[in-house]
Structure formats: structure tokens, C-alpha cells
């Protein structure tokens, strides 16, 4: 099992940017893929962003496409999300999450990560 502990979060105004950072702890971090996800009051949890095992490999969400940037450290156990030019509909919770198989396929579906983090929250104002 994988503890993971998201940071980072806070209050930013509409056009800032902000950077989340999901540190593991546990099983070898580097033999698995990544995920962020976010989620808000009364919405279901929505795939954000998600790295490979090896870096080598990202995709995101279309929401958004062309402003979040996921990438990790390895050799610090931590995942990172580069969050620019936030709209008001970014505010949720966001959780990292890690996959449950390792040197799997990258997905970005819930129910192929298995650990989650407790959360972090991302508010925009307008």
C-alpha cells in the first residue's frame, strides 16, 4: 500500500496559477502510474491529468487540455500538477491517486488507481 499526501492548494484568483504536489510514501512509487482528480460539491470525480510509471508518457483531461501540466520526481516519491490560468469551474478538490498495477496502461479512469490521497483544495475566484 501507498500513502499519498497532496499540497499546495488555496485560494487564487481567475488567470493565476497554482502548483499541487502529491508525495508518496510505500510501495516503489517508481513502478506506477500516476493520476490527479478533481472533484466538486454535487459532481462526479473527474480524471484531470495522469503520468506514466516512467515519465515517458502524460495525457489530460479536455477540460484541461493546454493549461495543467503533470509531471513527477521519482527520486523524491512526489507528483506534481502546474495549474495555469485557472478558471472559477477549476475550484474542487483535487486528489492524486497511484495506479494499481504496475507498469500498467495509462488510464484515467478511478477504478484503475487504487490509492488516493486525502485531498487538497483549489479555489478560484472570478
Known amino acids: 500500500q501507498v500513502q499519498l499526501v497532496e499540497s499546495g492548494g488555496g485560494l487564487v484568483q481567475a488567470g493565476g496559477s497554482l502548483r499541487l504536489s502529491c508525495a508518496a510514501s510505500?510501495?516503489?512509487?517508481?513502478?506506477?502510474?500516476m493520476g490527479w482528480f478533481r472533484q466538486a460539491p454535487g459532481k462526479e470525480r473527474e480524471f484531470v491529468a495522469a503520468?506514466?510509471?516512467?515519465?515517458?508518457?502524460?495525457s489530460s483531461g479536455d477540460s484541461v487540455k493546454g493549461r495543467f501540466t503533470i509531471s513527477r520526481d521519482s527520486t523524491k516519491n512526489t507528483a506534481y500538477l502546474q495549474m495555469n490560468s485557472l478558471k472559477p469551474e477549476d475550484t474542487a478538490t483535487y486528489y492524486c491517486?497511484?495506479?494499481?498495477?504496475?507498469?500498467?496502461?495509462?488510464?484515467?479512469?478511478?477504478?484503475?488507481?487504487?490509492?488516493w490521497g486525502q485531498g487538497t483544495q483549489v479555489t478560484v475566484s472570478s
Open positions: 503520468i506514466s510509471w516512467n515519465g515517458g508518457d502524460t
Open positions: 510505500g510501495r516503489s512509487f517508481s513502478w506506477y502510474n
Open positions: 491517486a497511484v495506479s494499481s498495477q504496475p507498469f500498467g496502461r495509462l488510464g484515467g479512469r478511478p477504478g484503475e488507481y487504487d490509492s
